[in-house]
């Protein structure tokens, strides 16, 4: 039994701020299926095509009655660069608090890289039903086909 959030318990409902200063949390969404992947940092390979990745589906997932909600420790400000580069459409938030979502869902988590351990944010999706629960995780996400994936389980929600 994991200590945090699994596929039919609520999701923790905390605030995250938006590009333009303002702020979003999982309640802001019900009545709508939300998907909310966590990724890495802006601007590396793997994070912007996640981010391409979702936003070219948008429309499909709009049609699924489904928001999209990216989510990073990067400020809001570097959101907004990593936006406007890429023409992103996927709406992003800024989990830098300590305590955020990302460290009550358990994804800010441990990580080695080259023998080094250190504290980073592990590639993870939730799919949450309109009633605020998470329907599904994909955690260590690989990000080829994985929008995809995720539309495929939010048009069967």
Known sequence: ???????????????????????????????????????????TPGCTTENKD????????????????GVSKDPAKKHAKFIAKHGLTAPLASDAEEGGLSDALGVWAEKQMYGKTYMGMV?????????????????????????EDVLAAAKAL
Do not use: C, N
């Not at 333009?20 to 709508?32: L, N, Y």
């Not at 948008?58 to 049609?63: G, K």
């Open 1 to 43: 039994m994991s200590d945090f959030p699994e596929a039919g318990d609520p999701i923790p409902d905390i605030a995250m701020e938006t590009p333009d200063g303002g702020s979003v949390k999982p309640s802001d969404f019900r009545g709508h299926k939300l998907v909310i992947f966590f990724y890495p940092k802006d601007d």
């Open 54 to 69: 979702f936003s070219a589906l948008q429309d499909q997932f709009a049609a699924a009655g489904t928001k999209l909600l």
């Open 123 to 147: 590639r993870t999706t939730y799919l949450v039903d309109g009633e605020g629960r998470i329907a599904q995780v994909w955690d260590k996400v690989k990000v080829k086909g994985h929008a």
